[in-house]
């Protein structure tokens, strides 16, 4: 009786556990809601208006493969979906609902390992050349969607 009881608490904890990856990945299957605010310095913001240029906000949404994942995997792990935006000559801030998340992907990443990356670069339609030298976001969903994402830009080469 002792044994019996013993190993029905034992599929209890097996089952929380895998209750607690399942419940992680159904949170990742919903991509969060979150906001970026690009700014430019001044040089940087008075150059990307003289050549009538725009600032694109680029977002990849990727995770970490599992085992069913190995044969799907991208530079940036599994990839679980991008966007992009294009704000005007002075950057400003753009909100992103997930639009591009491909939630069936996520059945192969491990769970806990969603992420979302923020690249900011110019769109090169007054310039062929990137002007824009911008920090980048890496971070969890709960990351992103704690507290506006903050992007500075600079002219390459401004110091």
């Given at each position: 009786?002792?044994?019996?009881?013993?190993?029905?608490?034992?599929?209890?904890?097996?089952?929380?556990?895998?209750?607690?990856?399942?419940?992680?990945?159904?949170?990742?299957?919903?991509?969060?809601?979150?906001?970026?605010?690009?700014?430019?310095?001044?040089?940087?913001?008075?150059?990307?208006?003289?050549?009538?240029?725009?600032?694109?906000?680029?977002?990849?949404y990727s995770g970490d493969p599992n085992a069913a994942g190995?044969?799907?995997?991208?530079?940036?792990?599994?990839?679980?979906?991008?966007?992009?935006?294009?704000?005007?000559?002075?950057?400003?801030?753009?909100?992103?609902?997930?639009?591009?998340?491909?939630?069936?992907?996520?059945?192969?990443?491990?769970?806990?390992?969603?992420?979302?990356?923020?690249?900011?670069?110019?769109?090169?339609?007054?310039?062929?050349?990137n002007l824009l030298d911008c920090?980048?976001?890496?971070?969890?969903?709960?990351?992103?969607?704690?507290?506006?994402?903050?992007?500075?830009?600079?002219?390459?080469?401004?110091?």
């Amino acid at each position: 009786m002792r044994s019996a009881r013993l190993a029905a608490a034992a599929l209890a904890v097996a089952m929380l556990g895998l209750s607690a990856a399942h419940a992680q990945q159904g949170a990742e299957a919903v991509p969060p809601k979150y906001s970026v605010v690009v700014t430019l310095s001044a040089k940087a913001a008075a150059k990307m208006t003289a050549t009538k240029e725009q600032t694109v906000v680029d977002v990849t949404y990727s995770g970490d493969p599992n085992a069913a994942g190995k044969k799907k995997v991208t530079e940036f792990g599994i990839l679980l979906g991008e966007e992009q935006v294009k704000l005007g000559p002075t950057g400003g801030t753009v909100a992103f609902v997930g639009k591009g998340f491909k939630p069936a992907e996520v059945k192969f990443i491990k769970p806990g390992s969603a992420k979302v990356l923020v690249n900011v670069f110019s769109a090169r339609l007054g310039n062929e050349d990137n002007l824009l030298d911008c920090g980048l976001f890496e971070g969890s969903f709960a990351e992103a969607a704690a507290k506006p994402v903050a992007i500075a830009c600079k002219l390459i080469g401004e110091p």
